[in-house]
């Protein structure tokens, strides 16, 4: 099989083609495996020194120091090495863009304003040479997030592996994508403002608000009517709308409504909005969210940050303004995960949870803010986001702590799949290392 | 009368004398010590529990058995960590709005030094990231572009203190998508620019150099002729071609942007038929493919650990490459490009380990002594030892670790950032704002 990958790769660089050698979805017997004598993180209980962990037709049977091993199990001697659940990346575009300058591979992004029906799970290229570079990593798992507009698309949570989008797909949706209306205050770049540059921009704001609205307005109309045709069949039919069917679960609170508000101003809108729609709200980027911690516990809102490699908004900020909103979060009690909102280096997202715990954060807490804390805000801790039996199998296996950069990987499994350890970026390794 | 005037005169000189010597001393004798530290001297190991004695701006002594001197101010360093102020050889920042003069395919007669501001808010931050120094370059716009500046960030300081003022002279060549303007569409009405292609751009720097071989000839006819008592007129004086010039001469470095390999083996031939040298090459992405290529001219390389996939040349960008050019012997750094990421350049570095498998030594060279070894700059900084600039960087932990961050910086001596000052500051910030706010408040109320 790896020979087969690397005859591919040598033969056509510029097309993604390093294959997914694993069926998380599929039905039917996968293999056991046991991994004994390891340091096992549970994240949702204390570490287990020399723990054994069984798994078999993807799902985790057995955690402890005492897990019986099945007989079939292949037995992974885990002698100095550490294993975690495999991390969730709260926010990517993997699988939707391969190079970001070449158009034509680039699907992050539909026109127009308002596209709920626009769907990130079915434009998911499970072939994307993206997803091998970030499983080996030990990122298992990652909410794939359409961009652009004001409401961008429906979000899906996916597994990094799977032969067709079907079996790559844990959730969808698993939100919808908002990206909230922004109030620029200050022109872009070196343009002079116009004399009423200010006026118009707050014009336009309260009009992209109100736009908003009257679409979640349609929205709670169609809703209404849908059920009451569903209810009785001698109302009037009448013609679906795609982009208000969308909407549906949202005005009904049914699927959580992932907004992205950095700024103060935007995160307060944001929140207003979400009180006005009694939507399931979850805050994204949330770059002042330390300035609404009370709101947020009132409403049990919880908060995706990330990136937190970047700059802070303003030039007045403090320099770790990013770097210490997870710890606020914590301190404040609100549930919280980190994303990358990358694709290529989403592989770095556990280096921004470290860097929220040199910031004040504790260091379990960085670890499970990209384990259980996403799972549990997207609804799939009975399944992911931690080492339980009747889990499924993401997990992989350290030589140490994770959240350090110089820990190494050495093997990731997806739904109990024995995952390779290639990726084009190994690959190439390889290959060159080897020049003569 | 005259005489008085002469004693006068020598008391003034001795009273000068005097003052000038105090403010000697004292500057001199302004002396601290952090003790008790790990110091990760980067060019000698690592000292568990040392000392560092900062005398002025220089180093004075660094070792496990140092004696504080009397007077020094002591900084008791146990349980942090002591690293050379990291070195970005790639940056834009304090550069305001003047990365590129896009204008022309070769612009090497403009200047960055003379677009640099103070008042730039991204050196601060880079110091609270334990980042010193920086080769600030002009953009990649064009296949030469202006001549780079090698500055200290003393913020707070008037920018000409920034300049590190006996740094080599470097220039900025850029090769692939973005001479090529491959990934820019120019504004409505202006026409695309040559060059459009790589073979464009190999042309426009060979043509450059052959023209400055004709403009040096042009002189040494014209100084020829003078000197036989000839009556000519000089040559006319042409900025660009005085820079090209001095490239020939070696008085100029060249740090060329370069991303695949093909482009730098193109590079590498002009510099041979042409006669110049190439010092580095940034980015350099493929490099990792033509490692031993660069190691046989002793062309250096400054990458970006794990950035790829962001345009087509960046497709093969393998996060293993700083160990591949590392162990084909080429002098490798990380750099920035990014106000963001010159933050956390000691990530950069640590990745190396993961990616290629460096010794924790090896990772830690990449953004102190490399960096300064290739801003030729390696007497003064890159690495803790007596004599060699005070550029140091207190960590609460270890500087490759990522839950470690930066508690103190100083350049020359002077602290430039301080945690705790910091910490004091914002408050004091916060005061004047709010004081501001409610002066402006009242103003429109009234």
Not at chain 1, 162 to 169: F, S
Not at chain 2, 157 to 174: L, N, Q, Y
Not at chain 2, 237 to 265: F, N
């Amino acid at each position: 099989m790896r020979r087969i990958f690397a005859l591919v790769v040598a033969g056509a660089l510029a097309v993604p083609m390093l294959g997914q050698s694993v069926i998380p979805n599929s039905p039917g017997r996968k293999p056991a495996f046991a991994i004994r004598n390891a340091t096992i993180y549970p994240v949702t209980s204390a570490p287990i020194a020399n723990g054994t962990i069984v798994f078999a037709n993807g799902m985790i049977t057995a955690v402890g120091v005492n897990a019986a091993i099945p007989p079939d199990a292949t037995v992974i001697d885990g002698t100095g090495l550490s294993v975690y659940p495999g991390f969730i990346d709260s926010g990517t575009t993997i699988g939707l863009v391969e190079i970001n300058s070449v158009a034509g591979t680039v699907d992050t992004t539909e026109l127009g304003t308002f596209n709920p029906n626009a769907r990130a799970d079915v434009a998911v290229n499970p072939h994307s040479n993206v997803i091998p570079v970030t499983r080996v990593s030990g990122i298992t798992n990652v909410i794939v997030s359409p961009e652009g507009g004001v409401v961008s698309g429906q979000s899906a949570l996916m597994h990094l592996a799977g032969w067709t989008n079907a079996e790559m797909t844990v959730k969808a949706p698993a939100a919808m994508m908002v990206r909230f209306p922004r109030l620029r205050s200050r022109p872009v770049g070196d343009v002079a403002p116009e004399a009423d540059a200010a006026r118009k921009q707050r014009r336009s704001y309260r009009e992209e608000i109100e736009n908003l609205r009257e679409l979640f307005r349609d929205a709670q109309a169609y809703a209404k009517a849908a059920q009451a045709r569903a209810a009785d069949k001698s109302v009037r039919r009448f013609d679906r709308d795609l982009v208000l069917e969308a909407m549906v679960p949202v005005v009904e609170g049914r699927l959580p409504v992932t907004i992205e508000a950095n700024l103060a101003r935007d995160i307060k809108s944001a929140i207003a909005f979400a009180d006005e729609f009694k939507l399931k709200m979850i805050l994204v980027g949330a770059q002042d969210v330390a300035q609404f911690i009370p709101d947020l516990r009132q409403r049990n809102i919880p908060v995706i940050l990330g990136p937190i490699m970047t700059l802070p908004p303003r030039e007045d900020d403090a320099y770790d303004l990013i770097y210490s909103n997870a710890a606020a979060l914590h301190q404040g009690g609100i549930r919280f995960a980190f994303r990358s909102n990358d694709a290529h280096n989403a592989r770095n997202l556990p280096y921004g949870a470290a860097t929220s715990a040199a910031f004040g954060l504790p260091k379990e807490e960085a670890l499970k803010a990209i384990t259980i804390y996403p799972a549990q805000i997207f609804g799939v801790a009975g399944k992911l986001g931690s080492l339980e039996a009747g889990k499924s199998a993401n997990l992989f296996i350290s030589d140490g702590d994770p959240l350090e950069i110089r820990t190494n990987i050495r093997r990731v499994f997806i739904a109990g799949e024995d995952i390779p350890m290639d990726s084009l970026h190994t690959l190439l390794y390889e290959k060159f290392r080897k020049r003569p | 009368m005259k005489n008085k005037n002469i004693l006068l005169r020598v008391a003034c000189a001795i009273a000068l004398a005097l003052a000038l010597a105090a403010n000697g001393v004292q500057a001199q004798e302004r002396v601290t010590a952090i003790t008790n530290a790990k110091v990760l001297t980067v060019t000698n190991g690592v000292i568990e529990r040392g000392t560092v004695v900062i005398r002025g701006s220089k180093i004075a002594a660094v070792g496990a058995d140092v004696a504080v001197p009397a007077g020094a101010n002591v900084i008791d360093g146990a349980g942090k960590f002591v690293f050379p102020g990291i070195i970005d050889s790639h940056s834009h920042s304090a550069i305001e709005g003047s990365v590129n003069e896009i204008s022309l395919p070769n612009t090497g007669m403009v200047r960055v030094a003379d677009a640099m501001t103070a008042d730039d808010i991204s050196p601060y931050r880079q110091l609270a990231g334990g980042t010193t120094t920086a080769l600030l370059l002009h953009g990649s716009a064009n296949a030469i572009g202006g001549q780079s500046q090698i500055a200290k960030w003393k913020v707070g300081r008037p920018i000409s203190e920034w300049i590190v003022a006996d740094a080599p002279r470097t220039i900025k060549f850029a090769l692939g998508e973005n001479p090529k303007s491959a990934n820019f569409r120019p504004p409505a009405g202006v026409e695309r620019q040559y060059p459009a292609t790589r073979m464009g751009v190999e042309e426009v720097i060979r043509k450059s150099f052959i023209d400055a071989h004709d403009y040096l000839a042009r002189w040494d006819e014209y100084e020829a002729r003078r000197k036989r008592g000839e009556q000519v007129i000089p040559p006319r004086r042409d900025l660009l071609m005085e820079t090209m010039a001095d490239i020939l001469r070696r008085r100029i470095d060249v740090h060329s942007h370069a991303y695949r390999a093909d482009e730098m083996l193109m590079l590498m031939d002009v510099a041979r038929e042409t006669g110049f040298k190439v010092t580095a090459f940034q980015h350099v992405l493929e490099g990792y493919k033509v490692a031993r290529e660069m190691a046989v001219e002793r062309i250096a390389g400054g990458t970006f650990i794990d950035w790829w996939g962001y345009k087509a040349e960046a497709y093969d960008a393998i996060p293993y490459n700083v160990a591949l050019m590392v162990r084909n012997g080429v002098l490798t750094s990380v750099n920035s490009d990014s106000d963001e990421l010159a933050r956390h350049l000691n990530h950069d570095a640590a990745k190396a380990m993961k990616y290629g498998g460096l010794t924790e030594e090896e990772a830690m060279r990449l953004c102190t002594i490399n960096p300064a070894k290739q801003l030729k700059l390696d007497h003064r900084i890159g690495s803790i030892e007596a004599g060699k600039d005070a550029d140091l960087v207190i960590w609460t932990g270890h500087p490759l670790s990522s839950y470690s961050r930066v508690e103190t910086t100083f350049i020359e001596g002077e602290i430039y950032f301080d945690r705790a000052r910091d910490l004091e500051m914002r408050k004091q910030l916060a005061k004047e704002k709010a004081e501001l706010l409610a002066k402006e408040q009242k103003r429109r109320t009234e």
